[in-house]
């Protein structure tokens, strides 16, 4: 199965600065990758699906690039209610299978 | 409201069986496909089963031939029968509407396998 090593494991930044995340395939997707957005408490919410195409409701602040395996999300502002897990997930192929997670914590 | 709720969770002895349910609303079954994603705090968020809206079924190796997917569109749910439980199904169970990714998950039930 493909394996999705996301780093870094936790992000510390301030309010207003940029967060970039990563996610690594072990072997191409192809564009079939999502992101999603989960707080405490609370079911994943998809952010980004196809590797840059937003969800509906999805602030732009939030992009998604990338392609075959090395994929990134930014978040081009950090909001208070921006801080949380994210975890991206391949449907490139079966199983689809997750990334382990970063957290954003404030800094 | 569009939303999915899930039920059937609880404390099961290992061997035992479980169904989760997960019931939609605003929205009609019958038009998506569904899948079972479970949450551990030690090994993330794991795929366990599909099905599409052709009821084509697809299952994680690791419960396949325990765990049975299955969709009732008459009453807008989908299910889980999760069979011989052990204690590694311990987990948080979310269903989601699922095109390759989940736009709509439920809030999830806990499932715990334990003597």
């Known amino acids: 199965e493909i394996v999705l090593t996301q780093s870094p494991g936790t992000l510390s930044l301030s309010p207003g600065e940029r967060a970039t995340l990563s996610c690594r395939a072990s072997q191409s997707v192809s564009n079939y990758l999502a992101w999603y957005q989960q707080k405490r408490g609370q079911a994943p919410r998809l952010l980004i699906s196809g590797a840059s195409s937003r969800a509906t409701g999805i602030p732009d602040r939030f992009s998604g690039s990338g392609s075959g395996t090395d994929f990134t999300l930014s978040i081009s502002r950090l909001e208070s209610e921006d801080f949380a897990v994210y975890y991206c997930?391949?449907?490139?192929?079966?199983?689809?299978?997750f990334g382990q997670g970063t957290k954003v914590e404030v800094k | 409201e569009v939303q999915l709720l899930e039920s059937g969770g609880g404390l099961i002895q290992p061997g035992g069986s479980l169904r989760l349910s997960c019931a939609a609303s605003g929205f009609t079954l019958n038009s998506y496909g569904f899948t079972w994603v479970r949450q551990t705090p030690g090994k993330g968020l794991k795929w366990v089963s599909g099905?599409?809206?052709?009821?084509?079924?697809y299952y994680a190796d690791s419960v396949k031939g325990r765990f049975t997917i299955s969709r009732d569109n008459s009453k807008n749910t989908l299910y889980l029968q999760m069979d011989n439980l052990r204690a590694e199904d311990t987990a948080l169970y979310y269903c989601a509407r699922w095109n390759g990714c989940g736009d709509l998950w439920g809030q999830g039930t806990l499932v715990t396998v334990s003597s």
């Open positions: 099905i599409s809206n052709s009821g084509t079924t």
């Open positions: 997930q391949q449907y490139g192929d079966s199983p689809r299978t």
